[in-house]
C-alpha cells in the first residue's frame, strides 16, 4: 500500500508538471523579455457599448465613468433590445455627448458592435470595444491606445480587475484568477507579439481591420448556428492569422468589471467561454503556418485541459476504492497553485490564498465546463449570462 500511495503520488507530481507545463513558458516570456514603452497616442478614438439588459446601478456608474475618461473622441451606445430600463438610462445622461442607437429586438453583441460601427466618423483611427458593465479608469482609455503608435499592432487588451471582489469568497477567488490571466496569461505571450484572447471587458482595434473582418464576423456559422459567443478571440485570430498583426498587453491601462456572485452563474460564464474557445481552436489548426505560435499555444492549452479531465475521471474512479488518492491530488493542487502563483507572490501576495481556493473550485466544479461544452458545442448563439 505504502508503495502503491508513493506511485500514485509520483504520477500526479509528474502529471500535474507536464499539464502546467505551458506556464513555465509564460513565465520565461514575462521575464526574458522587455517590456516596451509607448508615447501617447494622437489619433481619434471611438468606444461603442452594447447594452442588453445591463443592471441598471451598474449601467449608470458606466455611463458616468465613460464621462469622466479622457482619450475618447466619439461614444456610441448601442441598446440591444433590451426589455428593462437601459433606455431611460441612456437617454438620462446624455447632454449631446454620445450616440445612442436603438436595436428593436436583441440581436447579439457582435451586431450591436457592427451597428456602433456605422455611426463612428469616418477619421476614427481606432475602435474600443467595451462591455456594459465595465467601469473606466479617467486614463484607461488614453494607457489602452498608446501601443496604437506601432503599425504592426493590430490589437490591444487591458488589464481587468474585479469591481465586486468584496461580495464574498467567490468573488475573491475570481479576482485571483483574472489577476493571473491578465499579469502572466496574457502579459507574456503579449511580449512577444501573439495572445490568444482579449479581453472583451475593454479592447481596442484599428478601425480599418475591423470593417474588413466585420461581414464575417457579423455572420460567422459553426455546426449550422450563428455564432455570438467568443467575438472577442474571433477578432484576436483574425487580426493575428489572417492580417499578420500582433496583440499586445497595456498593464497601466486598468478597468473593472462585474463577475457573477453565485456558482452557478460563474459556471454559465466559464462554460461560455469554453465553448467559444474550443469552437476557435478547431477552427484556427488549419492557420498554423500563419501564426504557428499561437496556434500551437492554443491547441496546448485545449490538450492539456482534455488531459486532465481523463485524469481527474480516473482519480475519481479509483478514489471508490482508494479515497486516500484524493489527499494526494488535492495536494498537489496545492503545490502546483503555489507554484504558478509565484509572481503574484511577490507583487500581490493578498491574493495568493484566493488563488489557491480558485484552483479547488476549478479542480471540483469549474473543470467540467470542459466535457460539457464539448457535447453541446453547437449552442453556440447565446449573448451572455442574463
Not at 482579449?198 to 449550422?224: A, I
Not at 488535492?330 to 484566493?354: Q, R, T, W
Request: proline share 3%.
Amino acid at each position: 500500500m505504502i508503495f502503491d500511495s508513493v506511485g500514485w503520488f509520483t504520477f500526479l507530481i509528474v502529471f500535474a508538471i507536464l499539464a502546467k507545463s505551458l506556464w513555465f513558458f509564460y513565465y520565461f516570456m514575462l521575464y526574458a523579455v522587455k517590456d516596451v514603452v509607448y508615447a501617447p497616442y494622437n489619433g481619434k478614438v471611438a468606444m461603442i457599448v452594447p447594452i442588453f439588459n445591463e443592471d441598471e446601478a451598474i449601467l449608470e456608474q458606466t455611463i458616468k465613468r465613460v464621462k469622466a475618461a479622457e482619450g475618447i473622441h466619439e461614444v456610441i451606445y448601442v441598446n440591444d433590445g433590451s426589455t428593462n430600463n437601459a433606455k431611460a438610462i441612456l437617454d438620462r445622461y446624455n447632454g449631446g455627448d454620445y450616440t445612442i442607437v436603438e436595436l428593436k429586438e436583441n440581436r447579439g453583441k457582435r451586431v450591436a458592435q457592427f451597428e456602433g460601427m456605422k455611426n463612428i466618423s469616418p477619421d476614427i483611427d481606432v475602435v474600443v470595444f467595451m462591455d456594459s458593465d465595465t467601469l473606466l479608469l479617467r486614463n484607461s482609455i488614453t494607457e489602452l491606445v498608446k501601443p496604437m503608435n506601432e503599425e504592426s499592432i493590430g490589437g490591444v487588451t487591458a488589464c481587468i480587475k474585479v469591481a465586486n471582489r468584496e461580495k464574498g469568497l467567490l468573488t475573491k477567488s475570481i479576482a485571483a484568477m483574472y489577476w493571473s490571466a491578465s499579469n502572466i496569461w496574457r502579459k507574456a505571450p503579449s511580449k512577444v507579439g501573439y495572445m490568444q484572447v482579449t479581453n472583451g471587458q475593454l479592447s481596442c482595434y484599428r478601425t480599418e481591420l475591423l470593417w474588413k473582418l466585420m461581414p464575417g464576423y457579423t455572420d460567422q456559422v459553426f455546426m449550422g448556428r450563428k455564432c455570438t459567443l467568443s467575438d472577442d478571440r474571433y477578432i484576436t485570430h483574425y487580426l493575428q492569422t489572417e492580417f499578420g498583426k500582433k496583440i499586445v498587453y497595456a498593464e497601466k491601462a486598468v478597468a473593472f468589471t462585474v463577475v457573477p456572485e453565485t456558482l452557478q452563474k460563474a459556471y454559465k460564464m466559464f462554460l461560455r467561454w469554453k465553448l467559444g474557445s474550443i469552437r476557435e481552436a478547431l477552427l484556427i489548426g488549419r492557420k498554423i503556418r500563419k501564426k504557428p505560435l499561437l496556434v500551437v499555444d492554443v491547441w496546448a492549452n485545449h490538450l492539456i485541459a482534455l488531459f486532465q479531465t481523463i485524469v481527474r475521471i480516473a482519480i475519481l474512479i479509483i478514489a471508490v476504492r482508494n479515497p486516500v488518492i484524493l489527499v494526494y491530488y488535492f495536494g498537489i493542487i496545492l503545490i502546483v497553485s503555489l507554484m504558478f502563483a509565484l509572481d503574484m507572490i511577490v507583487k500581490n501576495i493578498k491574493e495568493v490564498p484566493y488563488r489557491i481556493l480558485f484552483s479547488i473550485l476549478d479542480e471540483v466544479y469549474f473543470r467540467w465546463v470542459f466535457l460539457h461544452a464539448l457535447f453541446t458545442i453547437r449552442n453556440q448563439n447565446n449573448w451572455g449570462t442574463r
